[in-house]
């Protein structure tokens, strides 16, 4: 911490405004600098600097000012990065779609097996996926294969833990809010793997994904 003063960094009393001032940028810059075990030592020496320079605190004020402006600048780059990631992934499915129905048209060999796209530098080929469940109708799955994230105020919350009558079910259902409903695909795999019917879902056999080599 010694090195961020411009002069003893347990005295900056004893130095003249300017220099206070001086210590007091070092302090503001390096902040983000500052290793854990140390931290304690930085807030002394800058809580000393910054009520040490009464009437010169427009250094803090700028320096959370511009971070102000780098967070709001971050904010916009993010949106503007996730609509251009939009755009490409837009464009990738696309043509993704293109070569796998080019492949497809062109049929399978004597193998059955699709024919590859070779070119120079890249070769296009389809490859088998195993069977995926595609939900048909949400409402119609059992709740056994569903999980529900729920949202209620936590005295609540305590309430239901401690007991769980009658007239406090009816009171819980009218304030718990569904935030979303998903949909334990692995546990409809298996089931219908072994043989179980499950309504609202489809088991997905036959599709391929394509691999670019």
């Known amino acids: 911490m010694k090195a961020l003063a411009p002069g003893s960094a347990n005295a900056p009393t004893a130095q003249p405004l300017y220099a206070i001032e001086e210590y007091l940028g070092v302090l503001v810059d390096t902040a983000e600098l500052v290793p854990a075990d140390q931290e304690q030592e930085f807030r002394d020496e ?5 009520s040490t320079a009464v009437d010169k605190r427009d250094r803090v004020g700028q320096f959370m000012a511009h971070l102000e402006q780098q967070i709001a ?3 916009f780059e993010i949106d503007r990065l996730r609509e251009r990631k939009a755009v490409y992934q837009r464009a990738f ?3 993704e779609n293109y070569v796998t129905h080019t492949i497809e048209v062109l049929g399978r060999d004597a193998k ?3 024919r590859r796209l070779e070119g120079n530098t890249v070769t296009f080929s389809l490859a088998g996926c195993p069977p995926s469940v595609e ?4 409402s119609a799955i059992p709740d056994e294969y569903k999980t529900l994230t729920l949202k209620l105020p936590a005295l609540a919350w305590e309430q239901v833990l401690d007991w769980l009558d009658t007239d406090q079910r009816q009171t819980v259902s009218g304030i718990v809010k569904h935030e979303g409903v998903s949909i334990d695909r692995r546990a409809i795999k ?3 793997s072994s043989g179980t019917e ?6 997905a056999i036959g599709k391929t994904s ?4």
């Open 46 to 50: 800058f809580q000393l600097a910054l």
């Open 73 to 75: 600048f971050a904010n």
């Open 93 to 95: 499915d696309r043509i």
């Open 112 to 114: 059955g097996k699709y």
């Open 135 to 138: 939900v048909t109708d949400e």
């Open 190 to 192: 298996a089931a219908i």
């Open 198 to 203: 499950i309504p609202g879902v489809d088991l």
């Open 210 to 213: 394509l691999r670019r080599t």
